[in-house]
């Protein structure tokens, strides 16, 4: 978003395979990561419930009638809504261990406030496309999407076409990040065939990177491969670019 025009146009195409790829392999291992933590979570939580459940004021060899009729019924209970508890814990830890790892928490109150917003919204837009707001009780709801096919098949349309959209909005608002925390690491040596320098690294593919180089009030995009080196300065001035063969 803060690179000129200039840059993306020249770097934009080469380097969006290698940005793209990266962006979806932190994407495939926190989701990964999550559903790792979630089955570890339920391989201690569920057998404690579960002795939890069966024991009531002592270890009792046989329960009552009244007993075993609440244990079944509390254990129906846990049954019918696991399943949902437990794909609304990963996707908040997935989201979590995202921020964690690929944005390490650099948020400012506006990004913030903005994926909080588009949380909110994506929660809504998936609720409306599949209809829950023509019944708005959970359990009427969840019967329907079980028993009638029409249901079930508008509410996964309405989950794809959601978590699709979700996915472009947070692939937009944490690359903004992402490259708001690039930007203000401390530089480092880069060595190269064109250049050789402190800078940071904005992005790479097969031998191309994106530099940012930052000298008091003054920042600089390269733009950097084996056949040639484009440069362009954002502040105080703008000169054109040039490019060294």
Known sequence: MKAPLQIVAVAG????????????????FCAVFARVLISMLQ???LPFFAATDRVEGGLHRKMS???QRRFVRSHS????????IWISLQAALFL????????KFTMTWRSSFGLLLSIIFVILSVLVRSGFFLQPKPTIFIKKIQRRPTHSGRAA???FSTMTAALIIMAFSMGSMRANLLRDEEPHMVVTK???????IIASAEGALLLFQKQDDEFRYIYS????TASMETKPVFPPISAKK
């Open 194 to 200: 064109e250049f050789t320098g402190k800078a940071n």
């Open 96 to 103: 979590l261990i995202m921020l964690g790892i690929y944005v």
């Open 65 to 67: 009638w009244s007993r």
């Open 157 to 159: 349309s309405a989950a």
């Open 77 to 84: 209970q846990i049954i019918k809504w696991e399943g949902y």
């Open 43 to 45: 391989l201690v939580t």
């Open 13 to 28: 195409l080469p380097l969006a395979k290698g940005v793209t790829a990266t962006f979806f392999f932190y994407v495939f």
């Open 225 to 228: 491969t084996p056949e040639f």
